[in-house]
C-alpha cells in the first residue's frame, strides 16, 4: 500500500479504506503540523489543527480532484484554512511579548512577536507608556 501514489491512496480513503488513510497521515502530516505551528505559535494547538485537517481529509476524500492540484497542495490549502479558523475560534490576536517594563514612545518594537489570547490583550497594552502628544508619529 505504500507503493500507491496519492491518487489511488486518496480513492481508497474516499472508500472508507483506513491502512491507505494512514499511509497518507505518514507521507504528509509533518508537513500539516510544520504549518499549523509556524500559523498558530503553539503546538498543542497545531496539533488540533493537524488533526482537524486529517479529519476533514477522511471526511471529505471524495471532494478531492486531481486536476486542480497535488494532494499535498489541497491538505495544506485544507491545514491553513483550518489553522486560521482555529485563530478567530481561540480568540488570539498578534501581541507583543511580555516585558517587565513599559515601552517608551519611540522605543523600538520588539522584535519577537507571538500570539496570545485576547483576555491577554489589555496586559499588553499596559506595556506601552502613552506617547505625548506632541511626539506621535
Not at 491518487?7 to 508537513?31: C, H, N, P, Q, T
Request: glycine letters at 4%; a positive charge.
Amino acid at each position: 500500500m505504500i507503493n500507491l501514489d496519492d491518487i489511488e491512496l486518496v480513492a481508497k480513503v474516499a472508500k472508507g479504506d483506513e491502512r491507505a488513510f494512514l499511509v497518507l497521515y505518514d507521507r504528509y502530516a509533518s508537513r500539516v503540523h510544520a504549518l499549523t505551528l509556524r500559523i498558530l505559535g503553539e503546538s498543542m494547538l497545531a496539533e488540533e489543527a493537524t488533526q482537524d485537517t486529517f479529519l476533514k481529509l477522511w471526511s471529505r476524500a471524495h471532494q478531492y480532484l486531481t486536476e486542480r492540484g497535488s494532494l499535498l497542495v489541497w491538505l495544506l490549502t485544507i491545514a491553513r484554512r483550518t489553522a486560521l479558523d482555529r485563530l478567530r475560534l481561540e480568540g488570539r490576536r498578534l501581541c507583543c511579548p511580555i516585558q517587565k517594563t513599559p515601552i517608551q514612545c519611540g522605543d523600538p518594537l520588539p522584535t519577537k512577536i507571538r500570539f496570545l489570547p485576547k483576555r491577554a490583550g489589555e496586559a499588553c497594552i499596559s506595556l506601552f507608556s502613552p506617547c505625548p502628544k506632541n511626539n506621535t508619529r
